[in-house]
């Protein structure tokens, strides 16, 4: 009578898969069991949280680096400023503003000065005014970029 080793108990493989097997059972058991993890806290600690997220929610704009390339009293020149950066670098967030009597063209949202500066001396060969500025920036804006 012929048996199989491949399915007997003695066998090297069939062990194998029930060690497997339990491993596996093993893993997911412990996987919904984190699903159910707790965290007590203070109620101290209950309400700073509170506050930091109300203060975030209400915060409309935080800091961040950007890079001014132009500041001019000609509209013309702004525009002209505008239309180079944006063939250079389409795509890339770019927005203006009015402080009378100039125009200023800020480009980019940078998280500090250091990320900023290789793209800075990239940018000083065409605009040769172009400098770094800490600005509100609106987070929406950061959000949709």
Do not use: C
């Not at 409309?60 to 250079?88: C, L, V, Y």
Request: positive net charge; glycine residues 4%; charged residues 25%.
């Amino acid at each position: 009578m012929f048996i199989n080793k491949k399915y007997s108990f003695g066998s090297f493989d069939f062990k194998m898969y029930i060690i497997i097997l339990m491993f596996m059972v093993l893993m997911i058991s412990d996987s919904f069991a984190q699903e159910n993890v707790k965290v007590n806290t203070s109620s101290s600690v209950d309400k700073m949280m509170e506050r930091f997220i109300a203060n975030g929610k209400a915060n409309e704009n935080i800091k961040a680096w950007r890079i001014q390339i132009i500041t001019t009293d000609d509209r013309r020149e702004m525009e002209k400023a505008m239309s180079q950066f944006s063939g250079m670098y389409p795509g890339m967030n770019m927005d203006w503003k009015h402080v009378s009597p100039y125009y200023q063209v800020r480009v980019g949202y940078f998280e500090n000065k250091n990320k900023l500066m290789s793209f800075l001396l990239d940018l000083k060969k065409t605009f040769l005014s172009a400098t770094p500025v800490y600005d509100n920036v609106s987070k929406r804006a950061l959000v949709s970029n």
